[in-house]
RNA sequence: GCGCCCAUGGCUCAGCUGGAUAGAGCGACGGUUUGCGGAACCGUAGGUCGCAGGUUCGAGUCCUGCUGGGCGCACCA
C-alpha cells in the first residue's frame, strides 16, 4: 500500500522539478508513513522537511508546492494538508481502500504475502538443544520463535530452509551413556553411588527401565567399556525421538535435523582445520591446536583440537558453517539462549578468517524465559533433574496458550510466563481475546445464514455501503497486515503479528458493539459481512504465522 | 575487570529505518445488553520514558558516561 503512495508522490516531485519549482538533486528518498493519529490523514510524508536543506528554502514552501502538484495528479487522493513543520498529511479516497480490501479478501489465505524476500535463500537454526534431556521452557520459546519466524519468512517471500543441529558428539553424551548404565545396574539392585556430576533426571530410569525390559541383565556383567557404546546410543535415541515427539505436538516441524557426528564421518571437520591452516589462521600451542580468533574482534584465541587430541564443539561448529555456506544459503540466521551470547564474536570471527561476509550470518539472541506459578519462581537445571519440561508445560496450558506467551513479546527481553494467569480463560489472556473475535465472526456468519442470507465469497458486494469512520478504521487495519508481516520478516520480530493481531481485534470488538451487522438492509448486510471475512481472513493468517488455531468455537 | 541484553504509569509490556499531544492490557474506580457470542464494549484516574551530557529543525528512539537488574567471560556443549 505504501508503495502505492511513493509512486504518487514521486510523481508530483518529478512534475514540480520539470515545471522548474525544485532543483532535487539529489533525489530524495521518499518516506511514507502512518500519522498517529488517524484523524490526521492516512498517510503522511516528511519530503519537504528532509529536502529543506538542499533546496535552500522553508520546508513550509516546498510542501505547498509538492501539495499543488499531488492534487493534481492523482484522484486516490481525496485531501492533501500540510502540517505542523512542513508534514504533508494524505487522505485516500474511500475506494482507494475497498478495491484494496476486495483484493485482499480475494487473495483469502494468501493474503499477506509479499516477494519482499525475493526468493533468498535462507537457513534457520534453532532449538538444537541437546540430546540429553527433554526439552525445557526456554527451549520452547526458541522453538515457538524460530518456527514463527520460519513461517513469516516464508510468507515475505524468502526461500527457507530449517534445520536442528544435533549435537551427538562430546563428553557429554558419554555422561549420559554412563547415567543410563549406572540406573540400569541400579535398577537390578546393585547398590550405586550415583556421581553428582551425571544426568539425574527421572527420565534417564525410565530409558534404563526400557533396556531392562528388552535386555534383561545381558550387560549386568560386562565391563563398562562394552555397555557404553550401546547405553550412549540407546539414550540418545530415545530422547531424540522424545525431543521430536514434543516439537511436533508444539507443531513444530524441521525441514532437516543435521548430525554433529556426520561432520566427523565425511571428514569435514579436518578438512575444516586444514582449509584454515593453509591461511596461517591456527598455532598450537601446550599441546592444542588455536584458532587466532582474536585478529578477528574476538577477546581471545579459542582452542580448536585439545591436548588429548579430541575436538572442540567450536571446532566442528565451524565445519558445520561452512557447510550451511555451500550449501548456498545467502543468509544464515541462528536462535541461541542468551546465556550463549559469548559465542557470538567467536563465531563471527571464523567466518571473516574463512573469508565470507559476516553479515549473511545473524545470531538471534532469545532472552530466559522465568517459569511462574502464582507468582512463584520455578527453577531449571537439567543436571539436576528439577525443570518443567516443555512437555508439562504444554499439557497444562495447551498449544495455543504456549506458543503464544512465547511470541507476544519482544525476544530480547526477559519473559515471565506464570501458569496461572496463562490458564485463565479471560480478558487477562489475549491469545483468547484475539480467538474470541475470530470465532465470533463466524457466529455472525452462521447466524446470517440461519437467517437466509446468501453469501458467497465470490459474490461482487456494493461496498460502496460502508461509510462508518470505524469501518474504515478496520479496513486500513487489515491492509497493513502485509507490511506488517513484512516489517517482522525484516527486523526478524514475531512480536509485532500478536500486537498488530490485539488491535485489530479490539477494533472489530468495539464496532461489533456499535453497529449491527445483520439488519433487514439485505445490500448493507452483505456489504458488512464482507468486512468481517476480510477481518475473519486477517486472524486467520496472522495466526498461522503464529502457529496458533483460529476455532469457529470456543 | 571485560563483554552482551534490559530499564517507559501500581503490575506486564508496545512504541515500526529519530518525527507532530508517549500507547495497550491487567489492577483501581464508574458505567453499558427485552436483538448478530458479556470470553465483549464505553469512560475516569495514573508517566520528569533510570540519571547526566551530546548529535539534530526534531530524541523514548542515535552517541558518550554513570546507576540499577539479568546473563556470560572453559582445552563444556
Redesign the pocket.
Known amino acids: 500500500m505504501?508503495t502505492a503512495i511513493k509512486i504518487i508522490i514521486h510523481d508530483a516531485l518529478e512534475n514540480a522539478r520539470q515545471a522548474g519549482e525544485l532543483e532535487l538533486s539529489p533525489f530524495p528518498?521518499i518516506?511514507?508513513?502512518?500519522?498517529?493519529?488517524e484523524?490526521?490523514?492516512d498517510f503522511?510524508t516528511?519530503v519537504a522537511?528532509?529536502l529543506?536543506?538542499s533546496e535552500r528554502k522553508n520546508?513550509k514552501v516546498i510542501a505547498e508546492s509538492v501539495a499543488r502538484y499531488l492534487k493534481n495528479g492523482s484522484n486516490d487522493l481525496s485531501q492533501v494538508e500540510i502540517?505542523?513543520?512542513?508534514?504533508i498529511?494524505l487522505k485516500m479516497s474511500n475506494e482507494f481502500f475497498l478495491q484494496r480490501l476486495r483484493s485482499a479478501v480475494k487473495q483469502g489465505d494468501d493474503f499477506g504475502q509479499t516477494d519482499v524476500g525475493q526468493g533468498t535463500k535462507v537457513m534457520i537454526e534453532f532449538v538444537s538443544a541437546?540430546p540429553?534431556g527433554p526439552l525445557h521452557v526456554g527451549h520452547g520459546r526458541g522453538a515457538a520463535v524460530g518456527d514463527a519466524l520460519g513461517r513469516i519468512l516464508k510468507k515475505a517471500g524468502y526461500d527457507l530452509s530449517t534445520e536442528y543441529y544435533i549435537?551427538d558428539?562430546?563428553?557429554?553424551?558419554n555422561f549420559l551413556g554412563r547415567s543410563t548404565w549406572l540406573r540400569y545396574r541400579e535398577l537390578l539392585g546393585e547398590v550405586i553411588e550415583f556421581p553428582a556430576d551425571h544426568y539425574r533426571g527421572e527420565y534417564i530410569k525410565d530409558i534404563a527401565n526400557e533396556i531392562i525390559e528388552q535386555k534383561r541383565d545381558e550387560f549386568l556383567n560386562l565391563p563398562e567399556e562394552e555397555c557404553i557404546p550401546f547405553f550412549r546410543k540407546y539414550a540418545t535415541d530415545n530422547i531424540l525421538q522424545g525431543i521430536q515427539k514434543d516439537l511436533a505436538e508444539f507443531r513444530v516441524t524441521f525441514d532437516n535435523w543435521f548430525s554433529?557426528q556426520s561432520l566427523y564421518d565425511d571428514n569435514s571437520v579436518e578438512k575444516a582445520i586444514e582449509w584454515l591452516k593453509g591461511k596461517g589462521h591456527i598455532y598450537e600451542?601446550?599441546?592444542?591446536v588455536w584458532l587466532k580468533s582474536s585478529a578477528f574482534n574476538d577477546?581471545?584465541d579459542?582452542?580448536l583440537?585439545?591436548?588429548?587430541g579430541?575436538?572442540?564443539?567450536?571446532?566442528s561448529d565451524i565445519a558445520y558453517h561452512q557447510n550451511k555456506i555451500n550449501r548456498g544459503f545467502k543468509k544464515i540466521i541462528n536462535l541461541m539462549?542468551?546465556?550463549?551470547?559469548?559465542?557470538?564474536?567467536?563465531m563471527e570471527a571464523v567466518l571473516q578468517a574463512m573469508g565470507y561476509d559476516n553479515k549473511i550470518f545473524k545470531i538471534l539472541?532469545i532472552?530466559?524465559v522465568s517459569l511462574l506459578r502464582a507468582g512463584e519462581k520455578i527453577s531449571m537445571s537439567t543436571r539436576a533433574g528439577e525443570f518443567e519440561t516443555l512437555r508439562d508445560v504444554v499439557s497444562e496450558v495447551g498449544v495455543d496458550v504456549a506458543r503464544y506467551y512465547f511470541l507476544?513479546?519482544?525476544s530480547?527481553?526477559?519473559?515471565?510466563f506464570d501458569l496461572e494467569l496463562a490458564k485463565q480463560?479471560?480478558?487477562?489472556?489475549?491469545v483468547?481475546?484475539i480467538?474470541?473475535?475470530h470465532?465470533?465472526i463466524?457466529?455472525?456468519f452462521?447466524?446470517?445464514e440461519e437467517k437466509g442470507v446468501v453469501w458467497d465469497r465470490s459474490n461482487e458486494v456494493d461496498l460502496s455501503l460502508l461509510v462508518e469512520e470505524e469501518e474504515f478504521g478496520i479496513i486500513r487495519a487489515v491492509l497493513a497486515f502485509p507490511?506488517?508481516v513484512e516489517?517482522s520478516a525484516?527486523?526478524l520480530?514475531v512480536?509485532?503479528i500478536s500486537?498488530y493481531l490485539?488491535?485489530m481485534?479490539?477494533?472489530f470488538?468495539?464496532y461489533?458493539?456499535?453497529?449491527?451487522?445483520?439488519?433487514?438492509d439485505k445490500a448493507l448486510?452483505l456489504a458488512?459481512l464482507f468486512l468481517l471475512d476480510a477481518i475473519r481472513i486477517t486472524i486467520r493468517n496472522g495466526f498461522e504465522l503464529m502457529g496458533i488455531s483460529s476455532?469457529?468455537?470456543?
Open positions: 505504501k528518498e518516506v511514507v508513513e502512518k500519522p498517529k493519529d484523524k490526521m490523514g503522511s516528511n522537511m528532509t529543506a536543506r520546508p502540517a505542523g513543520p512542513g508534514f498529511n541437546n540429553t549435537n558428539v562430546g563428553n557429554q553424551m554433529e600451542k601446550d599441546g592444542a577477546d581471545k579459542r582452542v583440537v585439545k591436548k588429548t579430541e575436538k572442540t564443539y567450536f571446532c539462549g542468551a546465556d550463549h551470547h559469548g559465542y557470538v564474536p567467536r539472541l532472552q530466559f507476544m513479546r519482544s530480547d527481553t526477559h519473559l515471565d480463560e479471560t480478558s487477562e489472556n489475549p483468547f481475546y480467538q474470541y473475535a470465532a465470533r463466524c457466529s455472525i452462521r447466524t446470517a507490511e506488517i516489517k525484516r527486523a520480530e512480536h509485532r500486537h490485539l488491535d481485534v479490539s477494533r470488538h468495539g461489533y458493539s456499535r453497529h449491527r451487522v445483520i439488519s433487514d448486510t458488512r476455532p469457529e468455537k470456543m
